[in-house]
């Protein structure tokens, strides 16, 4: 029995890196399976997240990374950035990003990298506007529309 009892630890320590106690707390490592994030996160990069539940998913704030299954179909789970909460309206305007009228500084997409143009698209309540950081790389809300907050499975 205590060689079982070890030999369980030791797996949960290998694929939790370290952390046995993770799944404890619903925490679990994610992998990105495309490039999506980049530059944040590059094709199999792994990313470290916390569950979502009825409590905390009210508290997502812009620029939070999130995850949930694609909408509409099975897939792998997508790895995408909140960039618009319930009542904000979003578009994308000249290579960037405009949320509720005003540019968005977004230090994490690449210089040179341009967003196309979209919108506007105001979000509805209990939802949320996701996009990857890797703009003309990616599946976003600007292809499958907005993502509802119950859908969120965790936070990285």
Do not use: C
């Not at 949960?12 to 679990?28: E, H, I, K």
Request: net charge positive; hydrophobic share 45%.
């Amino acid at each position: 029995m205590l060689v079982g009892v070890l030999a369980t630890v030791a797996t949960a320590t290998v694929v939790n890196r370290g952390r046995p106690w993770a799944p404890l707390f619903g925490q679990r490592y994610f992998t990105v399976p495309d490039e999506s994030m980049l530059p944040t996160v590059r094709a199999g990069g792994r990313v470290w997240a916390t569950v979502l539940d009825t409590t905390t998913r009210p508290l997502l704030a812009r620029g939070t990374l999130v995850v949930f299954p694609p909408p509409g179909g099975p897939g792998p789970l997508m790895v995408r950035r909140v960039v618009a909460l319930a009542g904000d309206t979003v578009r994308g305007e000249a290579g960037g990003l405009v949320l509720n009228g005003k540019p968005v500084d977004e230090p994490f997409v690449t210089v040179g990298v341009r967003t196309d143009d979209f919108g506007p698209v105001t979000v509805a309540a209990g939802s949320v506007f996701v996009m990857g950081d890797n703009r003309n790389g990616t599946v976003d809300s600007r292809n499958f529309g907005v993502v509802r907050l119950d859908a969120l499975r965790f936070r990285v």
